[in-house]
T-cell receptor, first 116, second 112 residues
Framework: DAGVIQSPRHEVTEMGQEVTLRCKPI?????LFWYRQTMMRGLELLIY????????DSGMPEDRFSAKMPNASFSTLKIQPSEPRDSAVYFC??????????????FGQGTRLTVV | DAKTTQPPSMDCAEGRAANLPCNHS???????VYWYRQIHSQGPQYIIH???NNETNEMASLIITEDRKSSTLILPHATLRDTAVYYC?????????????FGTGTRLQVTL
């Protein structure tokens, strides 16, 4: 498996534009996580899904942010409209269902978003 | 999930063991201890996890105290490539309510 695949790797957009980040989880994984990382706030969990259903979106900063998982192999994180303070690296991660022993999450390489 | 406390930074000489401590005094009985690391500009990478017994894999060893209120990650022979930020996380792993929440971590600098 190629691992968690995120696209694009880099995105530069103007303030007010819509931005869509994409993620393909590892095949068979049924948990998917979206994180945002900045120097000031570190790694923040935005939202996570289990079997394509959003479980906890309490980390989504504002209504401008939305995430979907239409099927087991694809998820999007959308920002509309984008603002300069949204500039960050966005990571997607996936894992199997948790057993009594627990399982690790695998992370993608991230999308570096710059809003000017 | 229980909070963790880690030193912000540590240094280690190449070839020596790196011992990274973590305090998790409010850990619950159903929470595991996980360790991840993040090398500059990359996504976090899983290292190891455990519940109450010590664990070892090809990357590291995890020592958990008997009361489970603290743990130590051991990199037995640190190399320059181990320079990274190391995150200790405690996490419930049963059911759907299982977040993986990162703190500020320990920045490990391995030097010649």
């Amino acid at each position: 498996d190629a691992g968690v695949i995120q696209s694009p790797r880099h995105e530069v957009t103007e303030m007010g534009q819509e931005v869509t980040l994409r993620c393909k989880p590892i095949s068979g994984h049924d948990y998917l996580f979206w994180y945002r990382q900045t120097m000031m706030r570190g790694l923040e969990l935005l939202i996570y899904f289990n079997n394509n259903v959003p479980i906890d979106d309490s980390g989504m900063p504002e209504d401008r942010f939305s995430a979907k998982m239409p099927n087991a192999s694809f998820s999007t994180l959308k920002i509309q409209p984008s603002e300069p303070r949204d500039s960050a690296v966005y990571f997607c991660a996936s894992s199997f269902s948790f057993s009594l022993r627990g399982t690790e999450a695998f992370f993608g390489q991230g999308t570096r978003l710059t809003v000017v | 999930d229980a909070k963790t406390t880690q030193p912000p930074s540590m240094d280690c000489a190449e070839g020596r063991a790196a011992n990274l401590p973590c305090n998790h005094s409010t850990i619950s009985g159903n929470e595991y201890v996980y360790w991840y690391r993040q090398i500059h500009s990359q996504g976090p990478q899983y290292i190891i996890h455990g519940l109450k017994n010590n664990e070892t894999n090809e990357m590291a060893s995890l020592i958990i105290t008997e009361d489970r209120k603290s743990s130590t990650l051991i990199l037995p022979h640190a190399t320059l490539r181990d320079t990274a930020v190391y995150y200790c996380i405690v996490r419930v792993v049963t059911g759907t309510a299982s977040k993986l929440t990162f703190g500020t971590g320990t920045r490990l600098q391995v030097t010649l």
